[in-house]
């Protein structure tokens, strides 16, 4: 059994990361992350392992500092909340072009504009569908507890490197702020330079090598820059097919789902415990992986059940993929919060009743 400690979620995320080999951590404080790099100045991981920890002049900075880090085949990752996610897009999609890996967390926070600070998913879109330019995806994870904070940036990391590809871990500003009991993993070593030397693309000097590699995302050749696409395309429809993570509760006898990620997962199953001590047969599925998305979990239970009840803090953004997930096959209703505002299991339960009972 790993270390156990009582951690807040930003805090247990900075341990994970250290912890997890990495190589340099490039950010800007922004409330409800800032936590994040507060704890990674006073823990001072360069003592530990000889991680660097920068605070970048800013977002935009720091995401090239990670391009550039992450170019050399180092294990690099930044943080922001929401408008500094906006501000890395640009870099982001580069990198998504360039292949370079890398795990970026974004804490949400309500918007639009520069909003609140308070816990709010309404970032989905931004994170799955691309919030840059391009024919580009990210893998994206959707922790809902701190424990999963913890795990998802070293599977991240793992993920990224898989695939030669920006992970993103999507938490709302609660998961965040939260503390919670975790297991953490023992002490991962970074890698050594005769092993960074050994990634087949990576800037890091000619070595051995008959010619020094060269990253870029610029391509003007029309034809050139089609089979870069058609070559990213590939790759994800292999992410698709191998690494969608889903999780389920109390379906097997279900007549209706509750669907939510993050946070909102951890109320709709509150919510389903409650509606079953009423009489009414809920489940609850939580997609762990946002992108890619769990279709064939909704698609299979779409001729089983009811109705769905789709619950985010958002105006409704993850219930147009529930929705292309199943077709006209079923009924599929949303109930959601925004600006910082959270739903409430009450607020589940009368959305259930006014929308199937």
């Not at 109390?250 to 009423?278: P, Q």
């Amino acid at each position: 059994m790993g270390e156990i400690r009582l951690m807040k979620g930003n805090e247990a995320l900075a341990e994970a990361m250290i912890r997890s080999g990495c190589d340099a951590y490039f950010g800007y404080p922004i409330t409800p992350q800032s936590e994040v790099l507060e704890y990674l100045m006073a823990e001072q991981p360069e003592k530990r392992t000889g991680m660097v920890v920068l605070q970048a002049e800013s977002e935009i900075a720091a995401i090239n500092m990670i391009h550039g880090a992450a170019g050399c085949g180092k294990r690099v990752m930044t943080t922001s909340s929401s408008p500094g996610i906006s501000l890395m897009q640009e870099a982001i999609s580069y990198m998504a072009s360039a292949e370079v890996p890398c795990v970026i967390a974004n804490i949400v926070r309500g918007g639009p504009g520069l909003g609140t600070i308070q816990p709010s998913q309404a970032d989905y879109f931004q994170s799955v569908k691309g919030g840059g330019h391009g024919d580009y995806k990210l893998i994206v994870l959707a922790p809902s507890t701190v424990q999963e904070m913890v795990d998802f940036v070293r599977e991240g990391f793992e993920l990224a490197e898989k695939y030669r590809t920006p992970v993103m871990l999507l938490a709302d500003g609660a998961i965040g702020q939260i503390m919670e009991k975790i297991e953490l993993f023992e002490q991962m070593p970074r890698k050594t330079d005769e092993q960074i030397r050994s990634i087949p693309w990576a800037t890091c000097g000619r070595g051995e090598r008959e010619t020094r590699n060269f990253i870029t995302s610029l391509n003007i050749q029309p034809e050139k820059m089609e089979i870069i696409n058609q070559n990213l395309q590939a790759k994800y429809k292999i992410i698709n097919e191998n690494e969608i993570r889903v999780e389920t509760y109390k379906v097997d006898d279900a007549e209706y789902i509750f669907t939510g990620f993050g946070l909102g997962a951890r109320i709709c199953k509150k919510a389903a415990d409650i509606a079953r001590e009423k009489g009414h047969k809920i489940g609850v599925v939580r997609p762990i992986t946002l992108s890619p998305f769990p279709v064939k979990t909704f698609k299979d239970l779409s001729t089983k059940v009811k109705g769905i009840l789709d619950v985010e803090m958002n105006a409704g953004q993850m219930i147009e993929d529930v929705k292309l997930a199943v077709g006209d096959k079923v009924r599929v209703e949303f109930i959601g919060r925004m600006g910082g505002m959270i739903t409430s299991p009450s607020e589940i339960l009368e959305a259930f009743e006014k929308y199937f009972v």
